[in-house]
């Protein structure tokens, strides 16, 4: 049951649940109209174009219905066309699929370009002798179902998705945070170069996540796009300036140059399990403390520890003055501290982000 709640409450399964009924209502009114109000003899031409009309966004649907109006007229118009002077038969048949095929390679209709050879399909295939006194008619009903499909969108308002784009920069700075945890574990005590592998693999992974999450920002800032709950929104408060209206894209790009920097970390420690001699000690347990309460301030911004730059920088000190630290273990040991100043800026702004997404 609570595997259920998780799916039911999750943006996604609610954006799909949200397509599918705009998708039905809009097919559905489609054709009772065509049937009811038009009595068509083909009555799957409105509520097919109804279908490709409804898409995920309000400006999706706005342009592809565009689109649709005029890649299934332009199919209206050539299959009467041919109908007309050429008759239909196999081989007028495979012109008007010829011709509609590549008309759908036209730049400015590439996406819906393919209702032109549909369009013929439907029309040349249902008996265009009864039809052809009727373009009209036809022309009518693509319009209908182009309308519809764009008057549902507009009644069921899509959502902007910002919970989705949230829920993915979560999860990664949860990743991360295990990392860093896990690297802080592993290095107080020993490590070998499988574990600096496995902690590679999974930054690569992070990647992969970020790169959909780069998609769901994108898509939410087209839901936005002509989305009218937006719009009103804006004229009721400034609600999304603090929060909603936050710049995903430059919080994403602050994630990958963490997932960055963790990688490079990640490639130092895999690369100082050959390095000889013994690490000092006291390097050791306060690095070590410095990065497991980085990796947990990540995770957890709400975390209490203490401030993770003002540690390394004292740490950086530290060990600088230290005349029985050897020189050669000093590019080393730099690395490891360059590397988590990197990511003590990254802790700090994931702080700031969830405070912003959350007022």
Not at 153 to 168: E, K
Not at 219 to 231: C, M
Request: glycine letters at 6%; zero cysteines; a negative charge.
């Amino acid at each position: 049951m609570e595997r259920v709640r998780e799916v039911v409450q999750d943006p996604e399964f609610t954006t799909d649940l949200l397509q599918v009924v705009k998708s039905m209502v809009a097919a559905t009114l489609a054709w009772w109209i065509s049937v009811n109000v038009f009595s068509s003899e083909l009555a799957f031409l409105a509520p097919w174009t109804a279908l490709l009309t409804v898409h995920a966004t309000v400006h999706r649907s706005l342009s592809r219905g565009v689109q649709t109006t005029v890649a299934s007229t332009v199919g209206v118009g050539l299959s009467f066309v041919i109908g007309a002077y050429l008759g239909v038969s196999v081989w007028t048949f495979a012109l008007a699929l010829f011709v509609g095929l590549a008309g759908a390679r036209v730049s400015w209709i590439r996406d819906e370009g393919v209702a032109i050879a549909t369009t013929a399909i439907f029309i040349l295939g249902s008996g265009f002798d009864q039809q052809q006194p009727l373009l009209v008619d036809r022309l009518i009903e693509v319009a209908v179902g182009v309308a519809i499909g764009i008057a549902v969108n507009l009644m069921f308002i899509p959502p902007l998705r910002d919970q989705q784009a949230a829920r993915y920069v979560d999860s990664i700075n949860r990743r991360m945070g295990d990392v860093l945890v896990d690297m802080a574990d592993e290095f107080a005590t020993s490590w070998e170069t499988d574990q600096a592998d496995a902690w590679r693999r999974e930054t690569e992974s992070m990647s992969d996540e970020l790169d959909t999450a780069w998609q769901t920002v994108r898509f939410a800032r087209e839901s936005r796009r002509a989305n009218p709950r937006y719009r009103l929104g804006r004229q009721r408060g400034p609600w999304p300036v603090t929060g909603r209206d936050l710049s995903y894209e430059a919080i994403l790009m602050r994630v990958d140059e963490g997932i960055s920097h963790l990688r490079h970390l990640a490639r130092t420690l895999h690369d100082a399990a050959y390095a000889e001699g013994a690490w000092d000690e006291r390097f050791r347990k306060r690095w070590s403390d410095i990065v497991r309460d980085a990796g947990k301030a990540i995770a957890d911004p709400d975390a209490d520890v203490e401030p993770i730059r003002d540690r390394l920088t004292a740490l950086a000190r530290e060990m600088s003055d230290d005349a029985d630290l050897p020189t050669e273990a000093w590019p080393l040991y730099g690395s490891l501290l360059s590397s988590m100043r990197h990511i003590a800026v990254i802790v700090d702004d994931v702080a700031s982000d969830r405070e912003a997404r959350e007022d």
